[in-house]
């Protein structure tokens, strides 16, 4: 059974927010199937679904972004999810807008999303899809940038940034991470 959470906090006033990307992906992959997040449980909104002959898991947790490590342990330890088969999808400040990276393990570089997540799971090695969002070039607070949303301009590349995430994470249900990398890693 894979796992693939976006990481972003709950809430409308949230919605579209820079730190919101990871929820974007779920959302993509929900919409390009048809499912509902209609299950809560564990801090939570998932669905369970069949991909290609697999079980997978679409996990938003709904902790606020600081916490998530509180909804991604508990559902992996209920549905028996080994690391091997879970993937985190977040907002990377050091990434330019429209890029992503796929990794295999890291630290938390300073976002506290995957610091709860690393705290939470024990462990650095987890596979994760940063997705660029850019830095503040002003003298604008980190936390006012992230929470806030995309100007018209980055729009088109934000939405390239989320499709090609999404078809990292469908490509994943199939194919080794490493082949994975190879192919989304621009």
Request: a positive charge.
């Amino acid at each position: 059974m894979k796992c693939i959470v976006g990481l972003g906090n709950p809430g409308r006033k949230y919605k579209d927010t820079r730190h919101n990307v990871g929820f974007m992906v779920i959302e993509e992959l929900r919409k390009r199937h048809k499912w509902k997040l209609n299950q809560s449980k564990f801090n939570g909104k998932y669905t369970m679904e069949i991909l290609d002959g697999q079980k997978v898991i679409l996990l938003q947790p709904q902790t606020y972004m600081n916490l998530s490590g509180e909804a991604i342990r508990p559902l992996m330890n209920y549905f028996d999810i080994d690391l091997d088969d879970l993937i985190v999808i977040y907002d990377d400040l050091d990434l330019p807008v429209g890029k992503i990276r796929l990794r295999q393990k890291g630290g938390h570089g300073g976002h506290n999303g995957i610091r709860s997540t690393i705290d939470h799971l024990g462990t650095k090695e987890f596979k994760r899809i940063r997705i660029g969002v850019g830095r503040p070039v002003d003298q604008m607070p980190v936390i006012n940038y992230v929470l806030g949303k995309f100007p018209k301009e980055e729009q088109d590349s934000v939405s390239s940034s989320i499709n090609l995430a999404a078809d990292a994470c469908e490509a994943w249900i199939t194919k080794p991470y490493s082949e994975v990398m190879n192919e989304y890693n621009r």
